[in-house]
Nanobody, 125 residues
Framework: QVQLVETGGGSVQAGGSLRLSCAAY????????MAWFRQPPGKEREGVAV????????YSADSVKGRFTISQDNAKNTVYLQMNSLKPEDSATYYC??????????????????WGQGTQVTVSS
């Protein structure tokens, strides 16, 4: 079993930055992909960024490319999402997720086994 704990959400003005952290506890061989998703009120959950824990390869959604960066600290079993140049449309509940993929790490929510509790990000204009 794997437990994911997110921290780092909050409120910020447009143009500001936040860094989200996701600490993983449990059997680390249960997953090789970790990702950030977000869900604005009344909308579907969407993929933001994903990282392959083994290779370090990353992928970001077009809407955040160049502004958000996903990274990992293997020693701490922690994945980060650095968010810069935040926009009001980035406001959402952000979730960390993990799963074991036999192929590449995708950004489809239903593929992910383990989920954090979510952390709120609010960007004001």
């Amino acid at each position: 079993q794997v437990q994911l704990v997110e921290t780092g959400g909050g409120s910020v003005q447009a143009g500001g930055s936040l860094r989200l952290s996701c600490a993983a506890y449990g059997y680390s061989f249960s997953y090789n992909c970790m990702a950030w998703f977000r869900q604005p009120p009344g909308k579907e959950r969407e993929g933001v960024a994903v990282i392959d824990i083994g290779t370090g390869s990353t992928y970001s959604a077009d809407s955040v490319k160049g502004r958000f960066t996903i990274s990992q600290d293997n020693a701490k079993n922690t994945v980060y999402l650095q968010m810069n140049s935040l926009k009001p449309e980035d406001s959402a509940t952000y979730y960390c997720a993990a799963h074991f993929a036999s192929g590449y790490c995708g950004q489809v929510p239903r593929e992910y086994t383990y989920w954090g509790q979510g952390t709120q990000v609010t960007v004001s204009s």
